[in-house]
Each structure stands twice: as C-alpha cells, then as structure tokens.
C-alpha cells in the first residue's frame, strides 16, 4: 500500500474533470491508475484511493465481517460503495455523475492526504473544515497522548 502524502490544489471544470498534480502522481508510480472514488461517510468530501489500497481494505472488512449478519452487510455495502476511475492521457480524472454533487458548484477543489487516501474538498468546504474551532492539540493529547514514564533514578 502506497503512502500517500501532501495537500495540493487543482481546478475543476464544469465537467467535473481535474488534473491529477504530479506532485501525488509521483507517490503512485507503482501503481496502475486506476482509482477508487468514493463519498465520505464522515464529512462532505469524496475520498479518493488508489484501487490496490481500496481492495486491501475491502478484504480486511470481509475477514471480520460475517456476510450472513445483516447488519455486517450492510455496513460492507455502505463502505464498498464506490467507482473505479482512471487517469487519461493528459493525467486528469473526471468524478462521476453520482458523486459530482460534492463538488457541483466549485471551481476549485483541495487534495488532502491522509496517508492512506486523499479527500477530495470543494476549497470553500475545506476552508471552513479546516478554521474549526477544533483544539488540534487538545485532541491529540487525548487521543494520542500517554504519561511520560517516570525516568529510573539508577542511571
């Protein structure tokens, strides 16, 4: 799986079309193209992976999901829920008709890493995600953070 890293920011066309920045394509040289675009399930942004991570995940979810279990299925088909998209000639990648409403009215859109995938934002949904009144630090202090061991006296 490719780690993918960096925040870039691309035009859109009325198409839904936008070339893909070189800086994230040089990251994906191993790969073959093709990509998975999905929406979100936890915030108004696409998420866009490259096709070998999403079926990686795919095949972590089905090992510990029971496809007899309703409720198992449901949440798979939920998270499976996507398109395969492909890089053309001139490197652009064109978000399809379903999933375009996340982007319909931008002229701009953000790429942001998050290691394992890039979300795809309208830059004015980005802007307004990323001035939150969050506590970065705070939260990662609680999320992330331990008490610092106590240094032995014997060295």
């Known amino acids: 799986m490719a780690l993918i890293l960096g925040k870039e920011y691309c035009k859109v066309d009325s ?7 070189i800086a994230l394509k040089r990251q994906l040289e191993t790969e073959d193209g093709r990509f998975v675009i999905r929406q979100s399930n ?12 999403f079926r990686e995940e795919v095949e972590k979810l089905q090992s510990h999901l029971n496809p007899y279990r309703r409720e198992d299925r449901e949440l798979l088909r939920k998270l499976t829920e996507g398109n395969i998209i492909e890089l053309d000639t001139n490197d652009r990648l064109l978000v399809p008709a379903e999933q375009k409403h996340v982007i319909a009215k931008a002229k701009e859109i953000v790429l942001q890493s998050t290691g394992k995938f890039i979300e795809l934002w309208d830059r004015e949904a980005y802007d307004k995600m990323n001035s939150s009144s969050t506590d970065f630090a705070a939260l990662a202090e609680s999320l992330l953070g331990r008490e610092t061991p106590v240094e032995s006296e014997d060295k």
């Open 15 to 21: 198409n839904g079309r936008f070339k893909f920045p």
């Open 42 to 53: 936890y915030a108004e942004c696409l998420e866009l992976w490259t096709y070998a991570s």
